[in-house]
């Protein structure tokens, strides 16, 4: 699970964004009922390609995405009722998949907070199950402050306060409440 260069990946994220919505049934909603309101667009079966200079770095799949901004003017795409971000390597395989029942991404702190049902798992069958996690782009870093659940072919660990970067070759996980270690008897 690498996050490549973010610094290329979020400008693109905008112009593929307005580009690349698409679906069989493609729908755009434009929410202005109030001039008060913040202006929302709300797009339904949504598939996002990011990419680095035409090789195709993340997919997002959500079954609805809505798009606003802040006060502060931040761009903010919210997946309400799930998603899936596949990563991909520079051969263009899957990486590492990360998949939520909700998901809110801020564009310009380039964070993503996703939470309830967090599943993120890697080609090595590395796999992370937390009820919500913070991950920052620009710092190629994983966080928690809940209850996280990290296991792979030799064991699993839970606990708390989790900070980690984006691959699991470095982890910090704090309030350990349980481990199993797998191991063989010959």
């Known amino acids: 699970m690498?996050?490549?260069?973010?610094?290329i990946i979020f400008p693109l994220f905008f112009l593929l964004f307005l580009a690349s919505c698409s679906s069989p049934k493609k729908q755009l909603v434009l929410n202005t009922e109030d001039e008060s309101d913040?202006?929302?667009?709300?797009?339904?079966?949504?598939?996002?390609?990011?990419?680095?200079?035409?090789?195709?770095?993340?997919?997002?799949?959500a079954p609805k995405l809505v798009r606003f901004e802040d006060e502060e003017n931040q761009l903010i795409m919210e997946c309400p009722t799930g998603l899936v971000l596949t990563f991909f390597d520079s051969l263009k395989n899957v990486e590492s998949v990360l998949t939520a029942d909700y998901g809110k991404l801020?564009?310009?702190?380039?964070?993503?907070?996703?939470?309830?049902?967090?599943?993120?798992?890697?080609?090595?069958?590395?796999t992370l199950f937390a009820r919500e996690l913070l991950i920052d782009f620009a710092k190629d870093s994983i966080y928690s402050k809940n209850e996280v659940t990290f296991?792979?072919?030799?064991?699993?660990?839970?606990?708390?306060?989790?900070?980690?970067?984006?691959?699991?070759?470095f982890f910090e996980l704090s309030d350990i409440s349980e481990s199993h270690l797998n191991y063989k008897m010959e």
Do not use: W
Request: aromatic share 10%; no cysteine; glycine share 6%.
């Open 106 to 126: 801020f564009t310009q702190n380039q964070l993503l907070d996703v939470q309830e049902n967090v599943v993120f798992h890697n080609q090595k069958q590395d």
């Open 151 to 169: 296991s792979n072919i030799e064991g699993r660990i839970t606990g708390n306060s989790l900070k980690a970067n984006s691959n699991f070759t």
């Open 2 to 7: 690498s996050f490549y260069n973010k610094s």
């Open 38 to 61: 913040v202006f929302s667009e709300t797009a339904m079966g949504v598939t996002l390609n990011f990419s680095e200079l035409g090789q195709s770095k993340l997919m997002l799949k």
